[in-house]
């Protein structure tokens, strides 16, 4: 099935550091939200994008509806140990989601 | 608010066996649940849509007699994966929507057919 092309797949940061990734479609999206997976169990929802050109925040963590409505992005500041997990993005065209590709986060202390 | 349970967490049986999979929604009323598949380090795969009380959807190269779904009421649903075979070995994860709210995930069930 189809895929958010999402980057970086991986990174590696020092704790304390900000992290930004994004989220890119060949389509339009009318919602997009942000999920993060630990191992072993299901995503948990992060933020929820609804306007082209929305910025929401929730703690540390601000996303973006990109106003072109294909693309979103999202940043983590001041990285703590327990912001590692894989980060998805998933665009909504308006029925079923589409997943991006993840980005692994690792976060060294 | 918004939890989503799905039972069991991990299974392991013979292949050939049918193995049934309960996704809940606790504190809302889901209207769609959906069945994901993940494959390790992969993204999630949709497979099927279901409504209360209607037959579900299933995502193209998906074999709805081997993956049985129920949506028996707008808190249940229930993933049958009929005649398991080591191929089916996967994580399967259940989510819920209330309407046009977020989709909300279960924790997942790890199946791993001998």
């Known amino acids: 099935g189809q895929q958010l092309n999402q980057s970086p797949q991986s990174m590696f940061i020092q704790e304390g550091e900000d992290v930004s990734m994004n989220c890119t479609s060949s389509?339009?999206?009318?919602?997009w939200l942000w999920y993060k997976q630990d191992p072993g169990e299901g995503p948990v929802l992060l933020i929820a994008?609804?306007?082209?050109?929305e910025l929401t925040s929730n703690g540390r963590l601000t996303a973006q509806f990109g106003i072109t409505r294909k693309d979103s992005f999202l940043n983590i500041s001041a990285s703590i140990p327990s912001d590692v997990g894989i980060y998805f993005c998933?665009?909504?065209?308006?029925?079923?989601?589409?997943f991006g590709t993840g980005t692994r986060l690792k976060v060294l202390a | 608010g918004a939890v989503v349970s799905q039972h069991p967490s991990w299974v392991i049986c013979k292949s050939g066996t049918s193995v049934k999979i309960e996704c809940r929604s606790l504190?809302?009323?889901?209207?769609?649940m959906f069945w994901y598949r993940q494959f390790p380090k992969q993204s999630l795969m949709l497979m099927a849509t279901?409504?209360?009380?209607?037959?579900?959807?299933?995502e193209q190269g998906v074999e709805k007699d081997k993956f049985l779904i129920n949506h028996a009421s707008l808190t249940l649903s229930t993933l049958t994966v009929t005649s398991a075979h080591p191929e089916d070995s996967s994580f399967y994860i259940c989510?819920?929507?209330?309407?046009?709210?977020?989709?909300?995930f279960g924790d997942g069930t790890r199946l791993s057919i001998l």
């Open positions: 989510s819920a929507q209330d309407r046009d709210q977020p989709q909300h």
């Open positions: 389509s339009i999206f009318n919602t």
């Open positions: 994008l609804y306007k082209a050109g």
């Open positions: 504190d809302f009323q889901a209207t769609t």
């Open positions: 279901s409504n209360e009380g209607s037959k579900a959807t299933y």
């Open positions: 998933a665009g909504q065209p308006p029925d079923k989601y589409i």
